[in-house]
């Protein structure tokens, strides 16, 4: 039984289905195979314009060459968690298969993209991605291969389906013999295994031990991904979160507590050549993705010698891959630089678009952008990308502090970093508790289910200017802690939601009062003869920002 919103579609499905197991014909097909006219249903009016091009929509107007021929999967619409770096890589591959002698058919549905400009590709589709429109361009182009891994998670989806369609045209993907030449490097990496069904995860996550990340194999963006502390919300992660089977595995990998996590943008030619770009350090711990974290260049943490590992081991990766082209690198390691500039990246989210959209970073990118702060000093680089990023840090007030179990470690240096810049400390309960017996002064305020007044009312009654909050594993506190951070979103107070963002922010606040940010010319951070940063004097222009 084949199901659609039209009999049309339903008949071409039932057929695909019948002949090879996926639908493969079109109405154009269908038609020529039977003999018979499909016709819409036409109501009749008493005033109505006769359709004359009805039959233009099934005609298929495409004439296939018989030259070689590579079909490309483009990125689809934009969405969250997607980046441009997709459609850059489809137009690269696209000019590359030229340049080799090939026919390129580029199959993309969003007409805002470069991949899907008059000349990028021989031949262009603008088609949805999906199975039954993606098997309809392959059954009439008979492409010799097809490429689905540069344009991100959707066309990534029909990579199964694709491949059992047809045993010939077979996505690119590294063999495992590649992988185990990659081992040979000795790169040092956390434990981990590939999970197969729930008992394989248990099983793992029990013999390299809790807190573990585990996420789908055949995803991007982070998506699905999550840390997990015990089995019950491991278990709870594989029935709600993913399906596990031995066709879709899930990784299981150990996480890296108090890591900080380092991103290398590399580029490599076919001669063995690798110039890496820039190493930049996230500003959150390693667990939050690359795309919504903050990161800095050059880093703040780093020894030279830790740097210069990470460097080799990113050359050594591009030479064993084989790497034409642009490559990125992401590294985990315990903090342990020097340089005339800082540069600070920080990801632009759209919770106050999105409703029903929670604040907190984690795994899963949630960003639609990013911006970037440069000065000559990481406190006020790092105040610049806020502002970029249309988050404001105030200079003095009161800041509100709720932090989880796991982070509460940190929390006396919060609460006296921010003290000691002038600020009142609130919290809930829990934390309340933790800082008085540290000897630290705070005002308690209810929780959200404890009764009136609490914590909401003093975020719409404008008395809380800053809120430092984290995930609960309470079930009542994470519906409070949600409610909580979606109230201070209405009324426009910044929120932060890891300990390393607090902690940067308030190195941020203490420099903003300070000193006066100041805007300066890109070009004035570098000599033009020799390269390198000039001094502070060069600071000339003031703004109030």
Known sequence: MALGRTFQESFQKAVRSLECGYSGWGCAEIKNLTGI??????????????????????????????????????????????????????CHTSFALQV???????????????????????????????????????????????????????????????????????????????????????????????????????????????????RPSYVLGGRAMEIVYNDDKLVTYLENAVEVDPERPVLVDKYLSDAIEIDVDALADSHGNVVIGGIMEHIEQAG???????????????????????????????KRLNVCGLMNCQYAITASGDSKHVSVKEAVLPFEKFQGCDVLLGPEMKSTGEVM??????????????IAAGQRLPLSGMVFLSLNDLTKPYLERIAKAFLGLGFHIVSTSGTAHFLELKGIPVERVLKLHEGRPHAGDMVANGQIQLMVITSSFDALDQIDGRQLRRMALAYKVPIITTVDGALASAEAIRSL?????????????????????????????????
């Open 37 to 90: 006219g499909i016709n819409v249903e036409q109501h009749l009016l008493s005033r109505s314009l006769s359709d004359l091009t009805k039959d233009e929509f099934y005609e298929c107007e495409s004439d296939p060459t018989g030259k070689k021929k590579v079909l490309i999967l483009g990125g689809g619409p934009n969405r969250i968690g997607q980046g441009i770096e997709f459609d850059y890589c489809c």
């Open 100 to 214: 080799a002698g090939f026919e390129t058919i580029m199959m993309n549905s969003n007409p805002e993209t470069v991949s899907t400009d008059y000349d990028t590709s021989d031949r262009l589709y603008f088609e949805p991605l999906t199975v039954e429109d993606v098997l309809n361009v392959i059954d009439l182009e008979k492409p010799d291969g097809i490429i689905v891994q540069f344009g991100g998670q959707t066309p990534l989806k029909l990579a199964l389906p694709i491949q059992h369609y047809l045993d010939k045209h077979r996505p690119l993907a590294a063999s495992g013999a590649g992988l185990v030449r990659i081992w040979g490097v000795k790169i040092e990496q956390p434990k981990g295994g590939i999970a197969k069904s729930e008992d394989d995860a248990l099983a793992i996550a029990k013999d390299i031990g809790y807190p573990v990340v585990v």
């Open 288 to 318: 939050v993705h690359s795309g919504d974290s903050a990161c800095s260049i050059p880093t703040q943490t780093i020894t030279s010698s830790c740097l210069n590992t990470i460097r080799s081991w990113t050359t050594e990766l591009a």
């Open 373 to 386: 702060g440069i000065d000559f000093e990481f406190a006020i680089a790092f105040a610049k990308a806020q």
């Open 513 to 545: 009062k300070s000193s006066t940010i100041n805007m300066i010319a890109l070009q004035d951070f570098f000599d033009t003869e020799t390269g390198e940063g000039q001094s502070k004097n060069l600071l000339s222009t003031t703004s109030s920002l």
